[in-house]
């Protein structure tokens, strides 16, 4: 059995996605419009919390292919692509 986690902001609490999991976190050391960037928090809170997989979720660091190598580093599940094919989604002549 599993259970969610959630880093969410102030914002955020009151969210169907942060009121359906588990625990919810604040994420406090960052800016609202900036909370879901800070990949070395968030790992440094799934370490804490004793996580083995992160979901990015959509946008932000989903897209960020240095964040996923550091999720597989810390020895993260990381619930996406993996960060060759992100890092190829962002280079424009792989799109032609």
Do not use: W
Request: hydrophobic content about 45%; proline content about 3%; glycine content about 8%.
């Amino acid at each position: 059995m599993f259970k969610a986690v959630f880093i969410a902001n102030l914002a955020d609490r009151y969210s169907g996605h942060v009121i359906a999991v588990d625990r919810a976190i604040e994420l406090k050391n960052a800016p609202s419009g900036e909370i879901y960037l800070h990949g070395d928090l968030i790992i440094e809170l799934a370490n804490k919390e004793r996580v083995d997989a992160i979901f990015p979720g959509y946008g932000f660091l989903s897209e960020n292919a240095d964040f996923a190598r550091s999720c597989e580093s810390a020895g993260l599940c990381f619930i996406d692509l993996t960060p060759e094919k992100i890092h190829q989604l962002g280079l424009k002549r792989h799109c032609l």
